[in-house]
């Protein structure tokens, strides 16, 4: 079985501050891994993804995420949250089958 | 590149009524996925078209159906609409069900909003 848990449905960061935002992973297999953002009433665009190559994956908009094998985790990070930066995020699995799994969704708030 | 397309962005329709929603996926993107979008449920999985076949079916009832076209485009299809039912249904496209799409993820339409009433 496959599936990815994200640790808090809502994480609020002052505008300049770090984010980070937490993903963890369940497979039996290597497994991609996906960060998805959706802006309101929007679709889900595709922010980074990790393919078995680098463990440290860059992305769009400044986020970067890091993939940890030994703590099965994919957390999404940026150095300094802007506005723009406020939306839903989404992580992702997909690895035995062709099927992908979501998460829940973490909703971003950036304070000015 | 065109994205995904999907029409219309938004409906309402009474309890009961059907409805219709269409998805045109990127050129060259045959593989075609439903997705249902609630704020309880999070993003669930409907079910998957490629080369005009259905290849996946998430757990929906039979009200949800849906079909592929030979050009690629899909349409899905919801019977006897209930309160429920009122949501925003994604559609993602990518090149096929198989590697491809672990390598390089969907790409989503803009959704439909649904409102039941």
């Known amino acids: 079985a496959q599936s990815v848990t994200q640790l808090g449905s809502h994480v609020s960061v002052s505008e300049g501050a770090l984010v980070l935002l937490r993903c963890n992973y369940s497979?039996?297999?290597?497994?991609?891994l996906f960060w998805y953002v959706q802006y309101p009433n929007q679709g889900l665009q595709l922010l980074l993804k990790?393919?078995?190559?680098?463990?440290l994956v860059k992305g769009i908009n400044g986020f970067e995420a890091e993939f940890k094998k030994s703590e099965t985790s994919f957390h999404l990070t940026k150095p300094s949250a802007h506005m723009s930066d406020a939306a839903e995020y989404f992580c992702?699995?997909?690895?035995?089958?062709?099927?992908?799994?979501f998460g829940t969704g973490t909703s971003l708030t950036v304070i000015p | 590149k065109a994205g995904v397309t999907q029409t219309p962005r938004y409906l309402i329709k009474t309890r009961g009524q059907q409805v219709t929603l269409s998805c045109s996926p990127i050129s060259g993107h045959r593989s075609v996925s439903w997705y249902q979008q609630t704020p309880g449920q999070g993003l669930q999985f409907l079910f998957e078209y490629f080369s005009e076949t259905q290849r996946n079916k998430g757990n929906f009832p039979g009200r949800f159906s849906g079909r592929q076209f030979s050009n690629s485009r899909s349409e899905m299809n919801v019977s006897t609409l209930e309160l429920g039912d009122s949501a925003l249904y994604l559609c993602?496209?990518?090149?096929?069900?198989?590697?491809?799409?672990?390598?390089?993820?969907?790409?989503f339409g803009s959704g439909t909003r649904l409102t039941v009433v």
């Open positions: 993602a496209s990518s090149l096929s069900p198989g590697t491809e799409r672990k390598r390089y993820g969907y790409t």
């Open positions: 990790y393919t078995s190559a680098a463990t």
């Open positions: 497979s039996s297999v290597p497994p991609y």
């Open positions: 992702a699995v997909s690895a035995t089958g062709n099927q992908f799994y």
